[in-house]
């Protein structure tokens, strides 16, 4: 499986970005996917996930209804859209995806940068 990201950028804070996270490859064997961020000196953090089946989703207490994450399983693309942005949300974003078969295998791309200025 292979992920890219889009959509990274600088905004001012308040404002809204939206990451996309297109995925090819061994799609069907994708159980899960999420996001994450890291920011500089700090350890990389989940920001949400979502389930490809049910679509269950789940978010860190920080961007609790800040931040939406979707799927479109047709187009094999996750979202994140994010709103009333704050500068501790400047950070590395990372999107991830989770084969929970026979072998455990995770799947990282390659990051999208996010900066929030004040």
């Known amino acids: 499986v292979q992920l890219v990201e889009s959509g990274g950028g600088l905004v001012q804070a308040g404002g809204s970005l939206r990451l996309s996270c297109a995925a090819s490859g061994r799609t069907w064997s994708i159980n899960s996917m999420g996001w994450y961020r890291q920011a500089p000196g700090k350890q990389r953090e989940l920001v949400a996930s979502?389930?490809?089946?049910?679509?269950?989703?789940n978010y860190a207490d920080s961007v609790k209804g800040r931040f939406t994450i979707s799927r479109d399983n047709a187009r094999h693309t996750m979202y994140l859209q994010m709103n009333s942005l704050k500068p501790e949300d400047t950070a590395v974003y990372y999107c991830?995806?989770?084969?929970?078969?026979?072998?455990?295998?995770?799947?990282w791309g390659q990051g999208t940068q996010v900066t929030v200025s004040s």
């Open positions: 991830n995806a989770r084969d929970y078969g026979l072998r455990y295998v995770e799947y």
């Open positions: 979502i389930t490809t089946g049910g679509g269950s989703t």
